[in-house]
């Protein structure tokens, strides 16, 4: 298993996270049997980081995760979860309050069975509480003891460096990572949330770098889909997220890379996303032991930089404006340097 560094900060995060939303799951989950040998197998190969939220089955994903870190070595271990999900009817139950910040991470603590998270991610933007209440809040616990480090998930750019530069500006503490959906078919956040995240620091955290199973190559065009699968659980979610043309191609694409590596297709795709260093760990989502070990290989196997080359090709990621002005009018600032400026990396990040 090989170790990065999570934005900024001193933390080391195997670069595989086990996410546990499937922990607890009806349909298409597992049972606590499951989750504990799955954690075992997980830390046995090197895991390190496991991820979790409140949202999870309502609470159980946690306690699931409580019980299967019992008798491991807890300070060994990352644990990460998230607030923001509505809890239950009352109408302070839910967002980035101050109340209920507090209250959730004194919930998510006592279902974890611990006492302090490692990565505290807000799940979401709260579009009717302010970003300073939320960034005080979150440092509060931080300055308890209750949190080591920030993260936020599925946050626009804007909302991310917006939220640091609050927290810079009344010296309170900032995020480190972003916690977004990206994988093969879903390169979304290469337009601005990748960009700002390296400008901010921080790293990212991919969700479901499988696309929920679609790059496992499990599903075919024009067929049913698997009985029992996850996507036919989710059909409303994932379908429109993945199933078109260009998914598929991109599953043939990655089927030729696991043929000529001899790996499998779903390792081809992880393996894709570890190869830029602004993504810290892939949170893999297996609900058997398993898929759980087959996605574990990509702590320590990796593309090289043409294979990674061919599949980011296969089809054309569309970065439309204002990246078209930027190349075109780029001598206009660049050229004459002896050396490339060591902040330059940034910039080419950016572009
Ligand atoms: N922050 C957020 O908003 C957010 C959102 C979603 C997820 N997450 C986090 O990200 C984690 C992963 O997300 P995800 O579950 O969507 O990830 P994913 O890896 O894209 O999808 C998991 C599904 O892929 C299939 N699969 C997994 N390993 C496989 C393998 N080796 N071969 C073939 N199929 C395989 C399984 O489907 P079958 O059961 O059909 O076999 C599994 O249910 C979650 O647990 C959670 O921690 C965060």
Not at 38 to 47: A, D, N, R
Not at 244 to 250: K, P, V
Request: aromatic content about 10%; charged content about 25%; overall charge negative.
């Amino acid at each position: 298993m090989q170790y990065r560094y999570l934005g900024r900060s001193g933390l080391m995060v195997s670069r595989v996270c086990l996410g546990t939303m499937a922990f607890g799951m009806k349909d298409w989950g597992c049972n606590q049997d499951v989750a504990t040998k799955m954690v075992g197998k997980f830390v046995e190969g090197g895991g390190n980081f496991i991820d979790t939220a409140d949202i999870y089955s309502t609470g159980v994903s946690e306690e699931m995760v409580g019980k299967a870190i019992e008798g491991h070595n807890r300070d060994a271990l990352v644990i990460a979860t998230k607030v923001w999900f509505r809890m239950n009817p009352a109408p302070t139950a839910r967002g980035l309050s101050r109340k209920h910040i507090m209250e959730a991470a004194d919930a998510s603590l006592r279902r974890l069975g611990t006492d302090y998270i490692d990565l505290y991610q807000v799940h979401g933007y709260d579009y009717f509480t302010p970003l300073d209440e939320t960034m005080r809040a979150l440092d509060d616990l931080v300055r308890a003891g209750k949190v080591r480090y920030l993260g936020c998930s599925n946050y626009y750019a804007w909302q991310i460096v917006k939220a640091n530069a609050i927290a810079d500006q009344a010296q309170l503490t900032r995020f480190v990572s972003g916690q977004h959906m990206y994988n093969l078919v879903r390169r979304d956040i290469e337009r601005e949330i990748l960009p700002a995240c390296a400008d901010q620091g921080m790293s990212m955290l991919s969700w479901s770098p499988l696309a929920s199973g679609f790059l496992s190559g499990r599903y075919k065009r024009d067929e049913a889909l698997p009985e029992g699968s996850r996507i036919s659980f989710r059909k409303n979610i994932d379908i429109p997220r993945y199933f078109n043309d260009t998914g598929f191609a991109l599953v043939d694409a990655v089927k030729v890379v696991a043929d000529e590596t001899g790996k499998t297709p779903s390792q081809v795709a992880l393996a894709w996303l570890l190869h830029d260093r602004r993504v810290a760990a892939v949170l893999i989502g297996p609900r058997h032991v398993e898929h759980m070990e087959e996605n574990l290989v990509v702590g320590d196997w990796n593309l090289t930089d043409e294979q990674h080359e061919q599949l980011s090709n296969i089809v054309t990621f569309p970065h439309g404006y204002p990246l078209d002005w930027i190349d075109l009018s780029w001598p206009n600032i660049a050229g004459g340097e002896e050396f490339e400026p060591p902040h330059y990396r940034h910039v080419r990040d950016r572009r």
